[in-house]
């Protein structure tokens, strides 16, 4: 559904010396530099597919999404979704594609929601019966019926969200950018949002990009992951994968049943208290060792414990793996 090969994109960035000195030169002398946001990425997403996009501040998730969505013109490349040119937008390509972006209202601020709505199946052409089932659907999964018709600006935060998604969704899109949908949300809004994207993905099967900084989303919607950092693919599979490929050890941690001192052993002791020890030790390596401490040390319990993969995907995004 979605086909990308080697997407570049940069943008041309005037820059200036700071202070008054550096804005008056600017008026005659323009100094420009290249940024490169994008730089040569390729992936396909399937149906049915929600993969995250992850990636530090600047590091180029929007870019990359806009230019799928066909907002933003690409330096170099080929996208093919759902078989078209996204940045030709031809009425068919933008009829099967939606765009979610949780930082902008995309809604007419001043109407309330049903005649949002109402306006939205004028343009997608979506027959009236249709587009009263469907509405009904989607505010009563959301729990917002009762807030069709306030006017948009009146919402709180989660309610225009959810409209904003309702919106989005109407006209049944097969391929779904999401960028940030839950960003500000309470916990509450969160799951329900998350809940309401799992079961339009089960009955829709769409391919669907999704890009958040809340690692609870991640885990909760995306089997497969894409990492990038500064406009380059670092890592894209699944999201289970990524601790057993980026960390050579395990944590095992030993409560004893009575005090003794530090033992010798071939592992870093990464803590040591008089009953309790937390050792690193190589993956490969867990089995007979852990079979070694139970038999030298008078072990009450015993935890292994993986690297949290919020920690492991945070140290790719500073390139510290
Ligand atoms: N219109 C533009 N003009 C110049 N530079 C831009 C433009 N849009 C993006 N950039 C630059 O391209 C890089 C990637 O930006 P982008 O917005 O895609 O990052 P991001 O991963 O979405 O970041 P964030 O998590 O902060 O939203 C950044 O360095 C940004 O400053």
């Not at 006017?151 to 969200?161: N, T």
């Amino acid at each position: 559904m979605i086909e990308v090969r080697n997407l570049k994109k940069s943008f041309r960035v005037h820059v200036k010396k700071p202070g008054l000195l550096g804005s008056m030169r600017s008026l005659f002398v323009r100094n420009w530099v290249e940024k490169h946001a994008l730089k040569g990425v390729s992936f396909n997403v399937e149906p049915g597919e929600i993969v995250g996009l992850l990636g530090a501040n600047g590091a180029g998730k929007t870019t990359l999404v806009k230019t799928l969505a066909g907002i933003v013109y690409p330096s170099d490349g080929d996208v093919k979704i759902l078989g078209h040119v996204p940045w030709e937008r031809k009425n068919e390509f933008r009829r099967q594609i939606a765009l979610i972006m949780g930082q902008k209202a995309q809604l007419w601020w001043d109407l309330p929601a049903e005649d949002c709505f109402l306006l939205l199946r004028e343009i997608y052409s979506i027959p009236r019966q249709k587009f009263h089932d469907k509405l009904n659907f989607l505010s009563e999964t959301l729990g917002i019926t009762e807030q069709l018709n306030i006017q948009i600006r009146r919402l709180s935060l989660g309610e225009r969200m959810k409209m904003e998604l309702i919106a989005a969704l109407l006209h049944e899109p097969r391929v779904v950018f999401l960028d940030e949908p839950t960003i500000g949300l309470d916990f509450t809004a969160q799951k329900a949002i998350r809940d309401f994207i799992l079961q339009y993905r089960s009955q829709h099967q769409p391919a669907m990009i999704l890009t958040s900084h809340y690692m609870e989303d991640i885990k909760a919607l995306c089997k497969r992951i894409i990492i990038i950092r500064e406009g380059e693919f670092i890592y894209d599979g699944p999201l289970q994968n990524i601790v057993n490929t980026y960390t050579k050890h395990k944590i095992v941690s030993l409560h004893l049943e009575k005090e003794i001192s530090p033992p010798n052993i071939p592992h870093e002791i990464v803590a040591a208290e008089p009953q309790f020890l937390k050792i690193k030790i190589p993956r490969d390596q867990v089995a007979p060792s852990v079979n070694s401490l139970l038999q030298s040390l008078p072990v009450a319990d015993l935890t292994i414990e993986e690297q949290a993969i919020e920690d492991v995907i945070e140290a790719l995004f500073r390139g510290e793996m």
